[in-house]
């Protein structure tokens, strides 16, 4: 009866998701693509027992891929925060403009740079006992309309007028792909004609793709796609609105597809919006899927808002989540409601999360939060409590925050007492970010003390970039 229910719903999601506002990919230039949340974010998710370290690195994973809609994702599922559906636009000035130039056309009328321009990066995490866990290099070169990426993916890439050529280590984002993709090897072309773009992808394992996309304007776009693989062939379908987008992917001979829904509406005082990924009891070749969304056919969320602007800016939210792995018929959901309210000077808020529903609620965890907001400085006060009706409580999480902002720097400290007595237990971690026209660093440091360790690193993760 349940799976009867979930087919029900993805028949309505895709009768009701009609094409979305596409926006066509955009000439090479120095605009960049921003993540919603860096690995602070995660950190903090981490320590304070959101979420498990398995979880973190499904979304650290994807953060270092740079697919930042997939984040989102799993962010929104597994810590229930609110995340952007889409990562935001960022044009940064390298050198100020004169007043003549302001009489210049339009960047897209404009001839390309044939300075190459680019930048360089390091990032890398350390674990507890001080040793490098992972790092990378990346270096992104732009020069003309061609892009050369070498590090962790290597490719070169052409855009031009809505034409697109890639060669090299051609993924999710080069493909136009709403569903993760395996990284493949090879090269792949697209082709404007009128509303129509036709693709196709061809790599060194024979893996054989071709696509169509049509966009009646600005607002509307649907693609299909055809996948041939060595041993399967596959069929996807997307398509995006202003509710939101559906994509589903088909290979011939598995009993069902595997279906994303992204969901939302926003209203001056009610938002809403639904995540979820439905599969059968196997993941088609060439998907890229994170473990916990491989491990359970139904992964889903829902979150609702409503926000009264004229009290104090008052939001209530409504957010569940709910989990039914493949080897079993169980479903696992979690609650979690929400309330703030007033000013951003001292706004308050409270959230009552319930751990399992499937256990009748009997463990309920509770956070208060106190937020001030100026111009440059923030500061917060929270604390956490557990309560375990089969157990005794823990005692209660205090956590201590205070952060600068200015155009170029951001600082933030973070102390954080896990039993509320600092003698038996105390965190603190620091994040400080650098952002100017050649530097952009972002370092994250956490050292715990407890009863028995005197004050040791507990993670690390450094991130420098040099822009040329």
Known sequence: MTRILIFAFIVFAVA???????????????THFLSPFDEAQVFEWWDDGIITPEQADEIFTRLEEENYDEACLLAEVYAQEPCAAAPKQE????????????DKPPKREQAASIVPHGHITWKGQYDSDGHLKKHRKELQVQFYYFKLHLGSQELLSYQRNGFESHFGQISTVELHSHLPLDTLWGTAMFIPFGKFQVGAMLDTSKTFQAQIDFSANRSHKIATAFWK????????????????????????????????????????????KTTAYLHGDSIPLGLNLSKGIAENWLWASQTINLQWQ????????????VLSPVASDSVSARFTAAFAAGPKHLRPSLNMTCIEASDNCTATEWRGNVESAWEQFSFKASTRFRHDSRQADKPPKIELAASYRSPLAFAKLTVAFPETNPAKA??????????????????????????????QPNYAHLNASLKF
């Open 91 to 102: 044009k940064k000035p390298r050198k100020k403009k004169s007043k003549v130039a302001k």
């Open 229 to 272: 693989f060595p041993d399967a062939n596959a069929v996807a379908l997307q398509a995006r609105s202003t509710l939101g987008q559906v994509s589903a992917w088909y290979q011939f001979g598995q009993d069902r597809p595997l279906v994303k829904i992204q969901l939302q509406s926003d209203k001056r005082w009610l938002s809403w």
């Open 426 to 455: 105390i965190s603190v971690q620091n994040e400080i970010k650098l952002d100017s026209d050649f530097l952009d660093c972002n370092f994250v440091f956490a050292f715990k003390k407890t009863k028995t360790k005197n004050f």
């Open 16 to 30: 009701i998701a009609t094409p979305h506002a596409y926006a066509s990919q955009p000439e090479l230039d120095e």
């Open 310 to 321: 004229e009290l104090h800016n008052a939001i209530f939210s409504a957010k569940a989540r």
